[in-house]
């Protein structure tokens, strides 16, 4: 069992930026590929960023790349989320998750094992 818990949410305005931090505990933590996800309201969850194990592969959706950042510190079993350039689209409740894999860069929510509770970012334009 893996526990999620996701921080670092809140309202921004256009233009500005957040940090999403996300601590990992129970399994080894180096063993998952740990993703983001958002679910505005009325909408479905979609992905947002994935990184492998070492943290040397990312892969980002199209609506974020070049704003958003993804990284991991191992040693503290935490994964991050970097969002410069805030725009009121990005609006939604953001999602952690881990699957379990050290192979690939899963993207789809049902690929991934656990998720977090999520935490909300408004952005006002």
């Known amino acids: 069992q893996v526990q999620l818990v996701e921080s670092g949410g809140g309202l921004v305005q256009a233009g500005g930026s957040l940090r999403l931090s996300c601590a990992a505990s129970?399994?080894?933590?180096?063993?998952?590929?740990m993703g983001w996800f958002r679910q505005a309201p009325g909408k479905e969850r979609e992905f947002v960023a994935v990184i492998n194990w070492s943290g040397f592969s990312t892969y980002y959706a199209d609506s974020v790349k070049g704003r958003f950042t993804i990284s991991r510190d191992n040693a503290k079993s935490t994964v991050y989320l970097q969002m410069n350039s805030l725009k009121p689209e990005d609006t939604a409740v953001y999602y952690c998750a881990a699957a379990r894999t050290t192979l690939t860069l899963p993207h789809w929510w049902h690929e991934y094992d656990y998720w977090g509770q999520g935490t909300q970012v408004t952005v006002s334009s």
């Open positions: 129970g399994r080894t933590f180096n063993n998952y590929a």
